[in-house]
């Protein structure tokens, strides 16, 4: 695992406030990689992962769901509006929180989705009420995924799953070049640390959980950060970041070091999917 250790729970919290207006003029309304089988656009390519997620985990329509890390609430509405969930989107963002309900309000939905502003870290939902946890991209921002994942278990009603995709560290041993590659990604985008594939199969695992899916998907997804590069040249998204604050400029300026990670191995993109055993009591 890749530990960095100056990253503050409150720059994580400010980051997402003001960047989330980066993400949606820069990407689209999910806070997540698209994920290409072959030319698609962008915005095609975000429902893309959005979907293999859903149709590996095999969420079934009208699921309770709790969608951890939610952004925008992109991955909450498509669940919702797809599959008819339940679901309850959870973000340390007060202004994202604010945004998804927003945006939810707009949609047709036979159970509209919720959104609550808080801490994944502190927050308790009662035992085996969820058909599904689902997160994408927000446990790389935790600071102690092994507690996370026992509590996030225990919510799973047996026979439900935990769906997941993170950006990870590359296996270990990894070359001092990779390590440095890697520290300097979580620098940039505020990841106290990143686990590997093995990291997550050992915390999910040690939940009493059984990882059925585990697949690297690397090469399907990174083509997310060229594009973003691009757009940032050719708008004038790096002036306003210059005004909001130097935090703002140093997330801008680490696609390239993203890209280097993964060229070199030193991170990987993951999917998992583990499944809660019918005979669970826990
Ligand atoms: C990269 S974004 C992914 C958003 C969303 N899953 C999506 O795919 O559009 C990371 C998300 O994790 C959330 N996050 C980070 N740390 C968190 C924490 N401790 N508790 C709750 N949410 C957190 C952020 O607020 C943000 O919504």
Redesign the pocket.
């Known amino acids: 695992m890749i530990e960095c250790e100056n990253i503050k729970?409150s720059v994580?919290?400010n980051h997402?406030d003001v960047s989330t207006l980066f993400?949606r003029l820069l990407w689209g309304?999910?806070?997540?990689h698209g994920f290409w089988s072959a030319d698609e656009s962008p915005s095609i390519a975000q429902i893309q992962l959005?979907q293999e997620l859903a149709k590996l985990a095999g969420i079934q329509r009208d699921s309770v769901v709790y969608?951890?890390?939610?952004?925008?609430?992109?991955?909450s509405r498509w669940l919702a509006k797809n599959l008819d969930c339940r679901v309850t989107g959870?973000?340390?963002?007060p202004l994202?929180r604010f945004w998804a309900a927003t945006e939810s309000r707009l949609g047709q939905y036979k159970t509209r989705p919720k959104f609550l502003r808080?801490?994944?870290?502190?927050?308790d939902f009662p035992a085996q009420s969820a058909n599904a946890v689902w997160?994408?991209?927000?446990t790389?921002?935790?600071?102690d995924k092994p507690a996370f994942f026992a509590r996030a278990a225990r919510w799973i009603k047996p026979g439900g799953c935990f769906a997941l995709?993170a950006w990870l560290a590359g296996e270990s041993p990894m070359t001092d070049t990779q390590i440095a590659e890697a520290t300097k990604v979580c620098e940039g985008m505020f990841c106290p640390s990143l686990g590997s594939q093995s990291d997550y199969v050992s915390w999910f695992e040690k939940a009493g959980l059984e990882v059925r899916v585990k697949t690297i998907c690397t090469a399907q997804v990174k083509q997310t950060w060229e594009i973003c590069r691009k757009r940032v040249e050719r708008t004038g998204v790096r002036y306003l970041a210059k005004v909001l604050g130097k935090n703002h400029v140093l997330f801008l300026d680490h696609f390239d070091a993203i890209l280097n990670a993964y060229d070199s191995g030193a991170m990987e993109y993951g999917m998992f999917v583990a499944s809660k055993p019918d005979s669970s009591n826990n």
């Open positions: 729970k994580i919290q997402y993400y309304q999910h806070i997540h959005t969608d951890i890390g939610c952004g925008m609430g992109g991955s959870v973000t340390l963002s994202q808080a801490d994944a870290e502190v927050i997160s994408i991209e927000c790389e921002h935790l600071f995709c």
